[in-house]
């Protein structure tokens, strides 16, 4: 298949959290191994950006993003039709039933999903392996925890505790940690779904915030209001404030809020029937 070595028109974008997300796309698209490479199919594709690389990268291909909101879905045409895409389709669907047929796809992805579908993840596994064709890939990724680690959940988790209990904000503040896997349950999991794991990454990446505004922007855009479940607007919006002014102090002290993340990424293959 021919391939282009310049990833795609996401480049331009001149956000630095763009960039910071592209990176990440390209490392795990970087993941794959042989075999055929025309059919994509991004299960929670968000922004349409690893199906957009996908086919720039893989000029003969053409990729479909599933997302289960509307929202993100019109976010990501308009941002298509800006750069001038036209070989990634969209669809609205849930991961865990797949508007699909079966053996649809050479390649599929599920990044930093599973969270999001708890305790559904085996069943959201399941699927993507009926989608792949036999020998077909499915690079999966997720964000891991780790005993004794110190890292993106545990931290932010920590921080909402702590500005729930200093604002005296009544009612339990979700974790999101309590929904991370551990690398051990990831590879499970994967085999329970019939897929075979060729290769599995860790990939460790930390991230500085330069303010609390710039935390809570990338929190609000990544999780879609977790953190304030259960909350009306006034307490979402107390809350909010005192998260950024504790990020806020921390950046006064040290200069930027570091934040270390630990990834998984695992390259699996549907087993012949």
């Known amino acids: 298949m021919s391939r282009n070595d310049g990833l795609g028109r996401a480049d331009s974008h001149p956000d630095r959290q763009w960039q910071t997300h592209l990176n990440a796309q390209r490392t795990i698209l970087a993941q794959l191994g042989e075999g055929s490479r025309r059919r994509f199919i991004d299960i929670g594709c ?9 086919v720039s990268t893989y000029v003969d291909a053409t990729a479909v993003g599933v997302d289960l909101y509307e929202d993100k879905l019109r976010s990501a ?3 298509l039709e800006q750069v001038g895409i036209e070989k990634v389709a969209l669809v609205q669907g849930d991961a865990r039933r797949l508007p699909l047929g079966s053996d649809c796809a050479d390649v599929a992805a599920i990044v930093a999903v599973l969270a999001w579908v708890h305790p559904c993840e085996l069943e959201t596994l399941c699927e993507a392996r009926r989608i792949l064709t036999p020998g077909g890939q499915l690079l999966l990724a997720s964000m891991i925890r780790q005993r004794g680690v110190r890292q993106f959940t545990t931290i932010v988790d920590s921080l909402f505790r702590r500005a729930a209990r200093e ?7 979700p974790s999101f940690t309590a929904r991370s896997l551990t690398i051990s349950r990831l590879q499970s999991l994967a085999a329970s779904a019939g897929l075979t794991i060729e290769a599995t990454n860790i990939w460790r990446r930390g991230r500085k915030y330069a303010s609390g505004e710039e935390l809570i922007t990338v ?14 607007p006034e307490e979402t919006s107390i809350l909010r404030a005192r998260v950024i002014g504790l990020v806020d102090a921390e950046v006064r002290i040290a ?3 570091d934040i270390p993340q630990l990834n998984a990424i695992l390259r699996c293959r549907k087993r012949p029937a």
Do not use: D
């Open 77 to 79: 045409l308009r941002r």
């Open 219 to 232: 929190i609000e855009r990544a999780m879609r209001g977790f953190y304030w479940q259960g909350k009306g």
């Open 46 to 54: 968000g922004e349409a950006t690893l199906a957009e690389l996908f």
């Open 167 to 173: 604002t005296q904000l009544a009612g339990p503040v």
């Open 255 to 257: 200069g930027a809020f």
